[in-house]
């Protein structure tokens, strides 16, 4: 194993934004174009079947929360109920607090992430630091700031490592990616789930979408569909949500967010 | 104000009202970059009577980012012998490295190589020392380990299994 240290990449020169503007699901397709057929039937599916718009994010490990969380916001911000949808949410996320605590996490090491992604939610319905309330544009610009970005991953990660220790329904599943052996979940939580950069896989996403009460969709993307078509995975453990599903995109080793617009809407203060 | 700042306040403001784990003693505190802590093994080991001092170096994206870690070797204090220590102070634990998380603080930081040290039976350093001090970094962060499996039960309370490892690696 290859020691690598977390959070070090973080300021070199980003190849990719962290997350990205909304773009056609065309411009995906057409990176396939001269490669892998499968994947092209199949991004050619996702265009019939209405889902246009893909929103790209750095495959730096982290994909699978930031998405997730990028997608969360933007569905509260896009909610017919804004009020509804966000205070919603922040009762869960403030529900989420005593349950860090009781699996050992010290508050210290929590709240400013806590109030990172509080702060931000909270922002859809009453003005921020810089009077305004959040729109799309200003929240891509926390996206990619990476201070605001990272805090906002490292708290679904603490989310998700608390779930994983209180909900005795998962322990059944914590099972090492490598050597496929029986972990505990402390363990297992240390090395996956609580260290920055390391992918997410079903596990972490089941505890995740339990823990922030959201569904959430999975196409997955792997080129081998004979007839093209591509399979969502639901993870469905939010039966009473205010918020519409939060809609991934899966190919091997990397999660973006899947869209049926395709391209970001100007927001209206910016409307002539 | 910087995300390390404002977690690095708390951890102070900490320490200063609840005190530090016993054997351990914060040093210097001045800026929010570099910190000096000193570690203590207590009981019967065989560091009796030693004392050591750790140097932490944060940059602003501490917690997200691991801070560099390393014993302070100078008039005053030298590296324990320990076959995860080289005589320069660096130290080869997972959890500087891939195993970081920012559930974890100075404290705990120091709490889980006190541990390292008290399960030490034999006072030794890593078979490569000279070949690495001689060639190694400055800062501790910029040498890429490789690992080898190597357990220890320390007494940090949040982590059950702290996996130190050890042997080969290759400068970056």
């Not at chain 1, 319905?125 to 309330?133: A, F, K, L, Y």
């Given at each position: 194993m290859s020691q690598s240290f977390p959070g070090d990449a973080l300021d070199d020169t980003p190849s990719r934004p962290l997350i990205a503007p909304l773009a056609p699901m065309l411009t995906l397709r057409e990176e396939y174009v001269n490669g892998s057929q499968g994947f092209v039937k199949q991004i050619d599916y996702l265009i019939s079947e209405g889902w246009i718009g893909v929103r790209r994010t750095r495959g730096d490990g982290d994909c699978f929360y930031r998405s997730l969380a990028f997608a969360y916001i933007e569905n509260i911000l896009n909610a017919s109920d804004t009020m509804l949808?966000?205070?919603?949410?922040?009762?869960?996320?403030?529900?989420?607090?005593?349950?860090?605590?009781?699996?050992?996490?010290?508050?210290?090491?929590?709240?400013?992430?806590?109030?990172?992604?509080?702060?931000?939610?909270?922002?859809?319905?009453?003005?921020?630091?810089?009077?305004?309330?959040?729109?799309?544009?200003?929240?891509?610009?926390?996206?990619?700031?990476?201070?605001?970005?990272?805090?906002?991953?490292?708290?679904?990660?603490?989310?998700?490592?608390?779930?994983?220790?209180?909900?005795?329904?998962?322990?059944?599943?914590?099972?090492?990616?490598?050597?496929?052996e029986q972990m505990d979940p402390e363990s297992f939580c240390n090395n996956f789930v609580e260290a920055v950069g390391k992918e997410a896989d079903h596990v972490q996403m089941n505890a995740l979408a339990t823990a922030l009460k959201v569904n959430v969709n999975v196409a997955y993307l792997d080129g081998h569909d004979p007839q093209g078509k591509v399979s969502f995975v639901p993870f469905q453990n939010a039966p009473f949500t205010f918020l519409e599903p939060v809609n991934l995109l899966y190919r091997p080793g990397h999660y973006d967010i899947l869209d049926r617009r395709d391209a970001d809407p100007i927001p209206p203060l910016l409307v002539q | 104000m910087a995300v390390s700042t404002r977690r690095l306040q708390k951890e102070l403001a900490d320490i200063k009202r609840d005190g530090t784990p016993v054997g351990i003693t914060l040093l210097s505190a001045e800026d929010f970059a570099t910190w000096y802590l000193s570690v203590e093994v207590l009981g019967n080991t065989v560091y009796e009577g030693e004392k050591f001092a750790l140097k932490f170096r944060f940059d602003g994206q501490y917690p997200i980012s691991a801070p560099a870690v390393q014993f302070v070797?100078?008039?005053?204090?030298?590296?324990?012998?320990?076959?995860?220590?080289?005589?320069?102070?660096?130290?080869?634990?997972?959890?500087?490295?891939?195993?970081?998380?920012?559930?974890?603080?100075?404290?705990?930081?120091?709490?889980?190589?006190?541990?390292?040290?008290?399960?030490?039976?034999?006072?030794?350093?890593?078979?490569?020392?000279?070949?690495?001090?001689?060639?190694?970094?400055?800062?501790?962060?910029?040498?890429?380990?490789?690992?080898?499996?190597d357990k220890y039960v320390p007494s940090s309370p949040r982590r059950s299994t702290v996996s130190v490892l050890t042997i080969s690696r290759r400068s970056v």
């Open positions: 949808a966000a205070t919603g949410a922040l009762s869960v996320l403030e529900a989420s607090q005593p349950q860090l605590e009781q699996v050992g996490f010290q508050r210290l090491v929590f709240e400013d992430f806590y109030d990172c992604l509080a702060g931000l939610i909270n922002q859809v319905i009453s003005p921020g630091p810089d009077g305004q309330v959040l729109n799309i544009n200003t929240l891509l610009e926390a996206f990619n700031n990476p201070e605001v970005s990272n805090s906002i991953v490292v708290y679904l990660r603490l989310l998700t490592s608390a779930e994983i220790k209180t909900n005795p329904e998962i322990a059944a599943f914590l099972i090492h990616p490598e050597t496929g | 070797v100078d008039d005053t204090y030298q590296a324990p012998v320990h076959p995860h220590v080289y005589s320069n102070g660096h130290i080869c634990a997972s959890i500087l490295g891939s195993e970081w998380s920012p559930v974890l603080s100075v404290v705990s930081v120091c709490v889980t190589i006190q541990s390292m040290l008290a399960s030490c039976k034999k006072k030794e350093r890593p078979p490569d020392n000279d070949r690495y001090v001689s060639h190694a970094p400055e800062n501790p962060k910029k040498t890429r380990w490789d690992f080898h499996d």
